[in-house]
């Protein structure tokens, strides 16, 4: 059992390219999240899943978007990267609301 | 909007003394509530949650809920240094979990 896995664990764009950030989980969750989180601040949620096909904004979704065509994965992405969107990136997944299970994360830096 | 706030600390404590971190939630109608903690350069990682009135223990960990005062803290007995990391709060709501800011704890040897 993987639990949650994302790729890539480091990434450096330019201003202006794209990029995905894959996320896979395989313990059949049905709801899953994007978060991202800056230095010394907390998480902020910017997509989340309730289940494959339905897809909702958080609090930050401005200049990102995502998908969900399987249960297992809930790819994210970056258009047209900008310095603001340096971060690092978890995702995450849960049965239902109940306990959150994260990925390693995913240390993004746009110069 | 729910809010969840936390003291950011840091927090310092000796070793083998008693850590206390408290936080505070807007929604009166929250049910449940959870504690994460995050090592620095990793992910968060449950280490409680509490749904009930009063105290909740799990080894040297115990959280505790007063929902009249909407508050939920969380005690570290007998600190150790490898508990040294920032400790977040959450609570669910809707579809969504609402996270504060995070204590970072320091436990010195």
């Known amino acids: 059992n993987a639990g949650v896995t994302q790729t890539p664990k480091f990434r450096i764009l330019k201003i202006g390219q794209s990029m995905t950030l894959q996320c896979t989980q395989d313990?059949?969750?049905?709801?899953m999240y994007w978060y991202r989180q800056d230095p010394g601040m907390g998480l902020k949620l910017i997509y989340y899943?309730?289940?494959?096909?339905?897809?909702d904004k958080g609090e930050v979704p401005n200049g990102y978007n995502v998908s969900r065509s399987t249960t297992e994965d809930f790819p994210l992405r970056l258009e047209l990267a900008a310095p603001s969107q340096t971060s690092v990136y978890f995702c995450a997944s849960s049965y239902g609301g109940d306990e959150q299970f994260f990925g390693p994360g995913t240390r993004l830096t746009v110069l | 909007q729910k809010e969840v706030e936390q003291n950011s600390g840091p927090l310092s404590v000796p070793e083998g003394a008693i850590a206390s971190l408290n936080c505070t939630y807007s929604?009166?109608?929250?049910?449940?509530f959870f504690w994460y903690r995050q090592y620095s350069g990793k992910s968060p990682e449950l280490i409680m949650f509490?749904?009930?009135?009063g105290d909740k223990e799990d080894g040297r960990f115990t959280a505790q809920l007063n929902k009249a005062s909407q508050y939920v803290s969380l005690l570290i007995r007998d600190s150790q240094p490898s508990d040294s990391a920032t400790y977040l709060c959450?609570?669910?709501?809707?579809?969504?979990?609402?996270f504060g800011t995070g204590t970072s704890l320091t436990v010195i040897p």
């Open positions: 929604d009166r109608g929250s049910q449940s």
């Open positions: 899943s309730v289940g494959a096909g339905i897809t």
């Open positions: 959450a609570v669910p709501g809707g579809n969504q979990f609402y």
């Open positions: 313990m059949n969750h049905n709801y």
């Open positions: 509490i749904y009930s009135n």
